[in-house]
């Protein structure tokens, strides 16, 4: 059973960087593409982008440049930077794994999720 | 980006009930890239249905998705009691979009 776990700090100060790692378990990180998705306290899910193993990247231009996301094939992880942040960055981080059943697409695999702060 | 519209913003039903609810998108998608998810609170979203009308992995034949096009809908034949959750719909464009949520509360 493939497993994800987000880790990393729960507290980011204004203007700094967060980042979080994604560990997968129980498969390979190969052959997938692997997503960011953010949901803020008592609102709705906002993708951030996604890294297929390869390092194929595609961000959501609503964070206008200030994601990164990386992988890390030995370890079977991938990374998530978002720089210059603010409050509004305050969240509960997913990341997630996409699957191709066929030519139909789902986001079958999730984190429990981390909430990350921003505040000084 | 392909803007979703969820509708109604909460809906409460009985268990027993039927419930219906609706996304709607901004432009014509295709159905291989519209999914459902099913979210409970302090839980991570669970994905529910995939290509717009196959149901995934441990979701009883309860919950059905139609449509296409524009025009969406996720219908619960007969509501129970772990139905009540928030249900966002999900295209996968440039960039992903999700829905602004429904809630289906108990009545």
């Known amino acids: 059973q493939v497993q994800l776990q987000e880790s990393g700090p729960g507290l980011v100060k204004p203007s700094e960087t967060l980042s979080l790692t994604c560990s997968v378990s129980?498969?390979?990180?190969?052959?997938?593409?692997w997503s960011w998705i953010r949901q803020p306290p008592g609102k709705g899910l906002e993708w951030i982008g996604y890294?297929?193993?390869?390092?194929?990247?595609n961000y959501n231009p609503s964070l206008k440049g200030r994601v990164s996301i990386s992988v890390d094939t030995s370890k079977n992880q991938f990374s998530l930077k978002l720089s210059s942040v603010t409050a509004a960055d305050t969240a509960v981080y997913y990341c997630?794994?996409?699957?191709?059943?066929?030519?139909?697409?789902?986001?079958?695999?999730w984190g429990q999720g981390t909430l990350v702060t921003v505040s000084s | 980006e392909i803007v979703l519209t969820q509708s109604p913003g909460t809906l409460s039903l009985s268990p027993g009930e039927r419930a219906t609810l609706s996304c709607r998108a901004s432009q014509s998608v295709s159905s291989s890239y519209l999914a459902w998810y099913q979210q409970k609170p302090g839980q991570a979203p669970r994905l529910l249905i995939y290509?717009?009308?196959s149901r995934a992995t441990g979701f009883p034949d309860r919950f059905s998705g139609s449509g296409s096009g524009t025009d969406f809908t996720l219908t619960i034949s007969r509501l129970e009691p772990e139905d009540f959750a928030v249900y966002y719909c999900q295209h996968f464009g440039s960039p992903y979009t999700f829905g602004q949520g429904t809630k289906l509360e108990i009545k």
């Open positions: 290509g717009a009308s």
């Open positions: 890294i297929y193993y390869s390092g194929t990247t």
């Open positions: 129980g498969g390979s990180i190969s052959s997938y593409f």
């Open positions: 997630a794994r996409e699957t191709q059943f066929g030519n139909l697409l789902g986001i079958d695999y």
